[in-house]
């Protein structure tokens, strides 16, 4: 048996919903994504070696091409995550942007890149925009590499609606997670309510878990520093028409629903949970003041929602682990591919419900 096949067998562990067509947050029609990774070594003007061990990974919620919102929340427990956007989106409870995941040095481009998206798309107002910064440090020489601006806008236009390149892709190439390489993970669900299938799409960036010492083999050189809390980022989206006190409910339920492994309750680690739907999308094209025809879906859906993401959560995260090549980087640092008998280990411990 291959690994692939293993790890098809591990995953339906996780199962009690069919997962997509795709198995990806892009089963949500209209939701696109693109990845850039960067991975070279340069020198700065001393003559020190720069090792760049990042990326981004950018999320298209909808056509860009016309003024657009869509109701959105999110949730944080213990959020350490720098986030843009975030007062406006959670007094609003819309998104009007792509949404972005990048290490925390180049926020300040990416917040300026969608700007400079939006106008090239004609488009008057693509506010506010919305960025998730991570701490990609210990394989990326954070301080030293900025991303430039041209390059966002054309990871901005090439997303697609293809299957999610998962593990070491886009900003997951330097992330690490229970001290073995962590990424980007991906998953879906399809879920019946009201006679009608709808569905719930994740992506992740598993960067969390390092403060505990899972990986017993040592990981690096003597110039290591001691691990600083990680975050779990995760982009949910729905299209299934909630409205924003019901997005606000389901991202903290989910949050709150994760087995402990994930929430990591007794070190410094955070997990964010940022949702939309793409139902009720708000149109601006026309002129005059906005008046929106929408619909809502019963309470009664929340717990289903709810079971649906957690479901996909963990599988999207066992997808950023098992996915993930690989990855030396800075102060010759490398951090390798978790085993299979390590996730077992791993998700078996007290407090973990996943079920593998």
Known sequence: MNRIQKLDLLKKDLRSFQPGPKNSITDIKGVRVGHLTINKDTQDQAGEKISVRTGLTAIIPC???EENRLFAGMHGFRSNTEITGYQVTDDFCYLNSPVI??????IGRVYNAIFSFGFSLGRSEIWPPVALGLDDS???DLDKFSIEENQIIRLLQNCSSKPVEEGSAGVGFGLRAF???GGIGSSSRIFSFGGKKFHVGVMVASNHGN????NQKKQGTAKDSAPTPGSLNIVMSVDIPLVPYQIKTVANSVVVGLPSIHTMTNN???VTCFLFSTANAMSLKNEGP????YRIAGDS???IVTRAGVEAVNEALLNSLLKASPVEGRLGRRVETIPKAEIRKLFSKKGSSTGI
Request: charged content about 15%; aromatic content about 18%; cysteine-free.
């Open 301 to 303: 859906v929340l717990d």
């Open 101 to 106: 995941l990048a290490n925390s040095r180049n």
């Open 138 to 140: 210990w394989l990326n």
């Open 268 to 270: 410094q680690d955070s």
């Open 179 to 181: 001290g073995w390489k």
């Open 290 to 293: 906005p008046v929106f025809n």
């Open 211 to 214: 403060l505990f010492s899972f």
């Open 63 to 65: 056509d860009m091409m």
